[in-house]
């Protein structure tokens, strides 16, 4: 999908904020990573919208997760929010709160034309969380309550779609409506689920929150390593990531020398996917050849993370220390 189109359907400034900080550390580039404020949204009971001629109106084929053969009748026109289950699947249900993994086609009902897809034909899905204070409220209303292995239309007004999220780069007017084509492909893991290994003296100590798996780190009084480190913290027993793999993950980020958080994908109560080859070097060595299901700790020196000319906080003596989990990898 389109970057743009994906970081809109997300609602509030400070998720795009954060998407920016990964955006910079997927790049390797000098770009200001800031610290993660902690989400203290909470999700909404699920609306359950119903079926209208307007949802019912755009034609749907095709299989679950292929490329949808979409016809809108254009221009088509609602004041109202409105969903249509084209399929409707028997797996766990994507309540409120959920974190999911989805296939999304976006289209301008006014013209028919396509915003963007993302998720299908073996493409890499996108994770969401079912939650309009940290995604837009149309895709909220598209997924939730519905049960995995489902396909759904939702049609809706501009501004009930995208809330107060800024669509000027979508070249949509408060006028329009859109379309959103949506096949709910998973529920996501949250936290590494694999078998706990004994710790390896020298690094870090790690200790997860019960509920949430954020790790505490506690960085031992030593000189950090010249070489990146890495180390199993649980051993899964998934699909083995490759270089190139787009890989879900949670992770946190800490510098050795003070043990301040610098990101943390658990703060912003999301998870978070890229590709291994866009990420710093010791990070991409954290992720590859690991299993799905895995909790990794690597301690990355300047030389495999920002280099010389540091970024933000970071400064370019700075080593980094990350605890990933790691939930899926697609390729």
Same mark, same amino acid.
């Given at each position: 999908?389109?970057?743009?189109v994906?970081l809109?359907?997300?609602?509030?400034?400070?998720?795009?904020?954060?998407?920016?900080?990964?955006?910079?550390?997927?790049?390797?580039?000098?770009?200001?990573?800031?610290?993660?404020?902690?989400?203290?949204?909470?999700?909404?009971?699920?609306?359950?919208?119903k079926?209208g001629?307007?949802s019912?109106?755009?034609?749907v084929?095709?299989?679950?997760?292929k490329?949808?053969?979409?016809?809108?009748p254009?221009?088509?026109k609602t004041n #109202?929010?409105?969903? &249509?289950?084209v399929?409707?699947? %028997?797996?766990?249900? +994507?309540?409120?709160g959920?974190?999911i993994? *989805? !296939?999304?086609a976006?289209?301008?009902?006014t013209?028919?034309?396509?915003?963007?897809?993302?998720g299908?034909?073996?493409?890499?899905?996108?994770?969401?969380k079912?939650d309009?204070?940290?995604f837009?409220?149309?895709?909220?209303r598209?997924?939730?309550?519905?049960?995995?292995?489902?396909?759904?239309?939702?049609?809706?007004?501009?501004?009930?779609?995208?809330?107060k999220?800024?669509?000027?780069?979508?070249?949509?007017?408060?006028?329009?409506?859109?379309?959103?084509?949506?096949?709910i492909?998973?529920?996501?893991?949250?936290k590494?689920n694999?078998t706990?290994?004994?710790p390896?003296?020298?690094?870090?100590?790690?200790? #997860?929150?019960a509920? &949430?798996?954020?790790?505490?780190? %506690?960085?031992?009084? +030593?000189?950090?390593?010249?070489e990146?480190? *890495? !180390?199993?913290?649980?051993?899964?027993?998934?699909?083995?990531?490759?270089s190139g793999?787009?890989?879900?993950?949670?992770?946190?980020?800490?510098?050795?020398?003070?043990?301040?958080?610098f990101?943390s994908?658990w703060?912003?109560g999301?998870?978070?996917?890229f590709?291994?080859?866009?990420v710093?070097?010791?990070?991409?060595?954290a992720?590859?050849?690991?299993?799905v299901?895995?909790?990794v700790?690597?301690?990355?020196?300047?030389a495999?993370?920002?280099?010389?000319?540091?970024?933000?906080?970071?400064?370019?003596t700075?080593?980094?220390?990350?605890?990933?989990?790691?939930?899926k990898t697609?390729r």
């Amino acid at each position: 999908m389109d970057a743009a189109v994906w970081l809109i359907v997300r609602r509030s400034l400070s998720v795009l904020t954060a998407a920016l900080v990964v955006a910079g550390l997927a790049a390797c580039s000098s770009s200001t990573p800031a610290p993660s404020a902690s989400s203290t949204a909470k999700a909404a009971s699920c609306e359950n919208v119903k079926s209208g001629s307007a949802s019912d109106s755009v034609k749907v084929s095709g299989d679950f997760l292929k490329t949808p053969a979409v016809t809108v009748p254009a221009p088509l026109k609602t004041n #109202d929010t409105e969903r &249509t289950v084209v399929i409707k699947g %028997t797996g766990a249900e +994507a309540k409120a709160g959920s974190s999911i993994d *989805i !296939a999304l086609a976006a289209y301008n009902g006014t013209t028919g034309k396509a915003l963007s897809t993302v998720g299908f034909d073996g493409q890499a899905t996108q994770n969401m969380k079912v939650d309009d204070k940290t995604f837009v409220p149309g895709l909220v209303r598209a997924v939730e309550c519905l049960p995995v292995g489902s396909r759904v239309v939702l049609t809706a007004p501009v501004a009930a779609a995208f809330g107060k999220a800024d669509i000027s780069q979508l070249k949509l007017t408060d006028k329009d409506t859109v379309v959103f084509i949506a096949d709910i492909a998973d529920i996501a893991q949250t936290k590494a689920n694999g078998t706990p290994v004994a710790p390896t003296p020298g690094f870090p100590t790690v200790k #997860d929150d019960a509920k &949430t798996g954020e790790p505490t780190i %506690t960085i031992p009084k +030593a000189d950090p390593p010249t070489e990146t480190k *890495i !180390a199993v913290l649980k051993q899964g027993d998934g699909e083995v990531v490759q270089s190139g793999d787009t890989v879900t993950l949670q992770y946190k980020g800490v510098l050795w020398r003070n043990g301040q958080m610098f990101d943390s994908s658990w703060s912003r109560g999301e998870v978070a996917s890229f590709q291994t080859t866009q990420v710093v070097k010791g990070f991409q060595k954290a992720l590859e050849g690991q299993k799905v299901g895995s909790q990794v700790i690597a301690i990355v020196p300047p030389a495999d993370g920002y280099g010389s000319a540091g970024s933000g906080e970071i400064k370019a003596t700075d080593t980094m220390v990350f605890v990933v989990d790691i939930l899926k990898t697609t390729r």
